[in-house]
Structures are given as C-alpha cells and as structure tokens.
C-alpha cells in the first residue's frame, strides 16, 4: 500500500466520502465500515486508474457500489421477498439509529430528512450528490454511470416527491 | 409550516444547508485499519469467514412448478451428459494450493488477530464467491441441492479436514462416504433450499460404482422432472464416482414410472460437465451460480459463447449487455479477452464475481484454466490476472456447521 497516496486521498475526500455514506446509511458504524470498504477498493486499483473521470467522481461512484452491496446484502439476510435487489427503485433502508448531529436538527430539516429516507435509491443518491456534495450534473452522472439527462430526470422526480412528502407531513 | 412554503426553493435551500457529519476517527485511526486488512497486503490469503446463516425461506410447494417447467426427459439427458468421465480425484489433484504466503513476512502471525476481527466485521460486505477453491485444511463435499423452482444447484460444503478424520477416519473419504455422514446434517430450508436430502434411498459404493437401493413407497417417478431432478442432483452429488446403479430394495432391477426398467447404470460426469454457468436467485433474493439444466456443451469455446446470452426466465445470464470477450485456447489454457478494458470496481461487487467466477466454473468443467486480458486491475479480491487463475473445485462454497 502506498502511503502517500493514502494521505492524500484522505484529505482529499475522506470529508465529502463519509458524509455521504452517513447520510445514505444512517449510521457511523456502517458507515466507517463502508468507508474502509471504499479505500480498499480505491488502493487496490489505484494503479490502474486511467482517468477517464475525475477521480472525485471515481471515488463516489465506488462509494456508491459500496453502499449498494451492503443494501442488497442487508435485503438478502431480511430476506426480502423481490426476486431481484434493484436499488434504484428500493428504498435504501438502514434505519438503526439517527447520529447524533441529526438529532440535533431543526424540524424543517429533519421533515425533509426523514422525507429523502423514504425516497428510492437512484432519488435519494441524486440529492445527496447533487444537493449534498455539491456535484455538478455531468459530476453526477458520472458518479451513477448514468446519462446527464437520467440525472436531471430524476433529481426533478426526487424534489417533487420530497415536496409531496414534507406536504404529507406538515397536514399529519 | 404552511403548505406554500414548501416551494422547490424552499426545498433545495433546506437539502443545501444540511450539516456535513464529520468521521470523528483520526486519520491514523483510518490508516491502521487499512494496514491491518491482509487485502492490501500482496500475496496473503484472505481468509473466508463463515456467512450467518440464512433465516428459513417460504418453501413453496414446487408440483406445479415440476409439471410445467420443461426439460428434457430423463433418459435424453443422461445419453446427453454421458461423455466425459473424469474422476473428482484426478482434478482435485491438479488443483494445487497456491501458495500466498509472503516470504519474510514474520509479522503475519502477529497481524492476525487485528486481521481477523476485521475481516468478520465486512464478511458480511465483501465475502461473496461463487466457487470454492482447493485448500489443504478442507475436504469438499459437493452436493445439489434442490430450489422451490424445482431445479438443482451445486453447492460445495467445505468442511474442515480435522473434522473429517475425526468422523470417518480418513482424510480421502469417498464421495459416497461423505454423503452418507453429511447430508442429513445439511439444513437445507435455513440454507434457502428446499428440503430434498438425503435421498429416500439406501446409498452405498462398490469401487467407483454408487448403488441406490430405492424403497417401494419413493416418489422420485412421480413426474419426468421429479426424475429430472434425482438425475441432475446425482450428477452434482457424486464426484469421482464412475455410475450409478438404481435398484430395488431387494437389489433387483427397478422400475420407473415416466421410463420404465432401469437396466444400465447411469454414467456420471464428474468434474468434467462441460457446463456453462449462469446466475440463478432463490427466493430470498440470494444468487448462485448454476448450469442451465445440466446442458452441455462440445467445446468450451461454445459453452462460453453460450454464458452471454440468457436462456431461460430461471437462469440468467452474468456477463452484462455492455461487455464482451473473445475466446482463444492455447496449450491448454483458455483465453478470455476482454473486448474492451474490464474495471471490474466499476462493476458491483457480486456482479462483477459472478461474472468473474461463472467464466472459471465454465472453463473448469471443461477441466480447463483461464487467462483473463484486458482487465484493469492486476490483482483484485486475490485473484491474480497477470497468469492463468487458479481453477475452482466446486460452485457456490457454502460452511457446514457441524455441532
């Protein structure tokens, strides 16, 4: 393992990783323990990075991976009922415990939070690419390994249905 | 909150002013762990860590499923399959152990108790494979092991040598042997399988030769694919054995209902099947690898060719619409080229396996080994693409718990 390219890679993305793997999981242990998984896949091809994206994007789309093998691992050992684990249109559910700067939030986010939790899982990456981390949409798109347009679809779909959702919530 | 402030905006400011939760654990912390992952250290074995067991799946009654789902008949596919014989023994032979320990490493002993706490801590992330290779401390014990859509999958208990000896009082149990002291102990509904062993029949060896003595009240003739099934089930079973004979009871001939007398003992195909593998998902969700009915094929140009395309709405296929591969063999060792540069970090981790591993469960049913080019990574999940990889010894590795 090289070192430097570990140090660097750190404080480089080690910030925007885990929130985003925070946020997608909803728990520290899991997600330190997804983190860890990233580096490894990260350092173990490193080498072989052709640069074809940016290795920002590289390494959230490895995030992104992660997290998914983790999701389908957990909906294989509840086992869920759907013959096929199709994130994009599973809820990514990881509710163990909110952390605790969540807890700590005002009610409109936290309307909003548990409202992206219900989302499904192509919505609920797109926003927290997006609105989160910041990723432009070709960013994005690269991340996901989708066209821009399915980003920008999406993303659109996903606000609707959070607006839709924290409306539901504010008339319960 | 009224309902109007609920605009977009409203909604991408909130998203936009989220708290960034930071990794309160230092970046030696994070540095450590990694150091102690044997993943990122070259050449040393991951050890595989037993998978929790799986919790008990519906099981749905699978007569209907038997009557509809078409496949060859009993008798076709036995002239079908009965082509190749080489014995288990003969390719388990072959298989040498690679060898990963690093020389020098005097550390190694001291580095695996850090080690192995991790690696149970993402058993569960990381541990997937589809097929089980040769190691000196384990005994393979192959079995097919029947789902609710009523096919048959191989699955390879790896059962500790230790064990063994202490059961059967050899470390080279036959086949039949090991069926005999292990199959009534698999659980095969926490497994996700349906309850199929062991075998309504009294089974027993002479040399290479198994004898099933059935009783009068089995059910195995109730349907073709009932027998379908007890075929393709042996097949998987018994690995180095030559045939199999079905009899009576009392030992005479015996009598199937959807074929009539089954005068000559059944050749098995052992090791060399020459299968192609596909994905197949139980239904909980988990996925195995699997033939498609036991087809097989001439040559394993064709059985690979076979892998791209879906042939069935049970099996489906594990290489991705989006990539490709060319086949060439040469002095024994197949070729697998990928058409363009294969990131394999690219793909998800099963799928990217599944792929992985169907091809060298394919290619060694022809007894054969792969190398892979066109691949971005060098070195990946301990697979070493810059020679020929190792060859596995069965599909779908499984730990049998044994009290």
Redesign the interface.
Known sequence: ?D?SV??RL?EDY??DV??FL??LTRN?DI???????V???V???Y??F?GKSSEKTWLF??AK??S???F??Q???K???????DWETTELVAVDRL?E??IE?DD??K???EA?HSCTGDQKMV?LLR??Q?LTIAETADAL?WTESKVKTTQHRA?KA??EK??EE??A | ???EK???EK??K????????????S?EE??Q???N?S???AGQPKKRVSK?K??P?IVAVAAVLLLTILVPTFLNHTEQTAMDKTTSQEATESVKMEDHSTIGNENAANEESAESA?EI??S???D?HYAAYADSTQIPFRIGLATDQATIIPVTFLLPQEQVVRDLQTSEPDTVALYNAYAKKIDEETLGFTAYHPYNAEVSSENKRVVMKFPANHSYDLASATLEMLNLSIQATFYGMDEVEFLQEDGSPIEFDQVGEVAEPITLTGAAKHQAYYRF?Q????QLLSSNFGQSYETVEEALEAMKETPNDIYSSVVPSNIDFTVTEEQGIVHVKFTQ?L????????DAMQLIEGILLTVASFDKQVQFSHI?????MNFDFTQPVKKPIGANPKYLIIE
């Not at chain 1, 997600?31 to 998984?37: G, I, K, V, Y």
């Open positions: 393992m070192d570990f140090l750190y080690n910030r885990f929130n925070i946020y520290r997600a330190e323990d997804l983190m860890h998984e580096y490894i896949r350092l173990k091809s080498g072989n052709e789309a490895i991976n992660v998914i093998d983790y389908r691992k909906a294989t050992i086992k869920h009922t759907n013959l096929h684990f952390p700067q969540l939030l409109e986010k309307v909003v939070l992206l926003i609105f989160f910041d390994e606000i959070l607006q924290v409306r504010d008339r | 909150m009224s309902k609920w605009d977009e909604i991408d909130t998203l936009r002013e989220m708290p960034t939760i930071e990794d309160r654990r970046k994070v540095f762990r990694l150091k992952d993943r990122l250290t929790g799986w919790k799946t991790d801590m993402f569960r992330v990381t997937v998902t239904s909980n969700a988990e540069q990131d394999l970090d690219r793909l998800q981790l099963e971005v990574q060098e070195n990946w």
